[in-house]
Nanobody, 117 residues
Framework: QVQFVESGGGLVQPGGSLRLSCAAS????????MAWYRQAPGKQRELVAG???????NYADSVKGRFTISRDNAKNTMYLQMNNLKLEDTAVYYC???????????WGQGTQVTVSS
């Protein structure tokens, strides 16, 4: 089963930036559509950004213009560059492949992002 390891989270002030990384256990990033999700305390997990196998991307309205999803197929790693962070971006961030989730795939541990002054 493919496993994902998220990293790069931390504590940042409003307006700051972070870059999250997602490492996959198999060479799947170039094959599958990949996505970043987040779950804030007391809320359901939500889709933040996705990148298709062809390279096109999409974003949740709440992060459009501030976050950028990308991947490095050679390194089998996906990234989420987060700029102009807001308090409401505080959450645990996860990466996954939607198709794997639909087949019962599991979640990684995620990486905590806390935006606080």
């Amino acid at each position: 089963q493919v496993q994902f390891v998220e990293s790069g989270g931390g504590l940042v002030q409003p307006g700051g930036s972070l870059r999250l990384s997602c490492a996959a256990s198999g060479s799947i990033l170039s094959i599958y559509t990949m996505a970043w999700y987040r779950q804030a305390p007391g809320k359901q997990r939500e889709l933040v950004a996705g990148i298709f196998s062809g390279g096109s991307t999409n974003y949740a309205d709440s992060v459009k213009g501030r976050f950028t999803i990308s991947r490095d197929n050679a390194k089998n790693t996906m990234y989420l560059q987060m700029n102009n962070l807001k308090l409401e971006d505080t959450a645990v961030y996860y990466c996954n492949a939607p198709i794997l989730l639909s087949r019962g795939g599991s979640w990684g541990q995620g990486t905590q992002v806390t935006v606080s002054s």
